[in-house]
C-alpha cells in the first residue's frame, strides 16, 4: 500500500493544518473578577509597564504524523510552520528607529484602568489593561514601517522536533518560545506538537505491543517451518513448531515499541492464520483428494461423527 512511501516527504506538509490557539493569557484583559485587585494583576500591571514590556505572543498547535517504525526509533522532524517573527528592522519594539517612545496618554504609563463594576453584592474596582497601549504603558511615536509598530511580521520557520521513541497518538510536546513572537518585544508562546499516528500497512499496535498477522500455507503449519516475518527493524526468523493451529499467537520478545516512560520494550505478536488455497490446478485437486482419505487428515472433533 502506499501509506508508507510519503512519511518522510514534509513537502507535502499543508500550511492550514497548523492552527492557532489563542490561549494569549494577557488577550481577555484582567478586570473579570475582584481578586485580580488582591493577586497579581496590579503587581503584574505595574511590572510590565515598567519594563515596557509587550504582550506575549499565541501558543501554536501543529500535529506531526509518525509511522510506526518512527515511533519505534524515535525521530528527529523538520516541520515547516507559519508564524509570527520579531520584526528585524525596528528589533521587535515597534518603534522607527530613533523615534521617541512616549508615556501612554490614556493610563499615563500604568498600562491598566480602573472601572467601577456595579454588581448586586456593590460596588468593585476592577483594573484592566489598557487598551491605548495594550499594557505597556508606552506609546510609540512613529511606528517602524515594517511591521506597522507591532514589533513582530508575518514569517515561516523551519524547526527541528525531537520526538522520543515510544511516543502514542495524542501524545503532544511543548516547545516554549517557538509559538508566534510576542508583541512589541513581548515574550513569545509555545509551539505545542501533537503526535498523530499513522495506520501501518501490516503491523497494528496495542501499547507497546506489535500485532502481525502471519499466513501459513497448510503443509508450512503441519510439517514446522522457519519463516521470515517483518518487524519494526528489519525481517526476524520465526519458527513454527509442526502442528501448529489457526489463531495461535506466537511471541517474539523485545520486538515492540520501546516503553516510553521507563525501559524495556513491548513484544510483537504474531498470529498465525492457516491460508486455504482458492485457485487449484487439477493435479493439486487430485494430491488434495488423496490427502483426504488419510485418518490423520480430518480433524479429530469430527472424526466418526455419523452426522459428517
Ligand atoms: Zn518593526
Ligand atoms: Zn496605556
Known sequence: MRQGADFHDWSNTNPNDIFSVFNDIFGGGFGGSIFDDFFGGGARTRSRAGSAMGERGSDLKISVKLALEEVAGGVEKKVKIKRQEKCQTCGGTGS???????????????????????????????????????GSGKVIKEPCPACGGAGRV???????????AGVAEGNYLTLRGEGNAGRRGGPNGDLIVVIEEAPHHHFKRDGDDIIYELDL?????????????????????????????????????????????????????????????????????DLLKELDRSSNIKPPSRNGASSD
Open 96 to 134: 522607527k528607529s530613533g523615534s521617541a517612545v512616549t508615556t501612554c496618554p490614556t493610563c499615563g504609563g500604568s498600562g491598566e484602568l480602573r472601572r467601577a463594576t456595579r454588581t448586586m453584592f456593590g460596588q468593585f474596582v476592577n483594573i484592566v489593561q489598557c487598551t491605548t497601549c495594550g
Open 154 to 164: 508575518n514569517g515561516e520557520s523551519t524547526i527541528k522536533v525531537k520526538i522520543p
Open 217 to 285: 500455507s497448510f503443509p508450512e503449519a503441519a510439517l514446522g517451518s522457519e519463516v521470515e516475518v517483518p518487524t519494526l527493524n528489519g525481517r526476524a526468523k520465526l519458527k513454527i513448531e509442526p502442528g501448529i493451529q489457526s489463531g495461535k499467537i506466537l511471541r517474539m520478545r523485545d520486538k515492540g515499541l520501546p516503553h516510553l516512560n521507563g525501559y524495556g520494550k513491548g513484544d510483537q505478536l504474531v498470529t498465525i492464520n492457516i491460508f486455504t488455497p482458492t485457485k487449484l490446478s487439477s493435479k493439486e485437486k
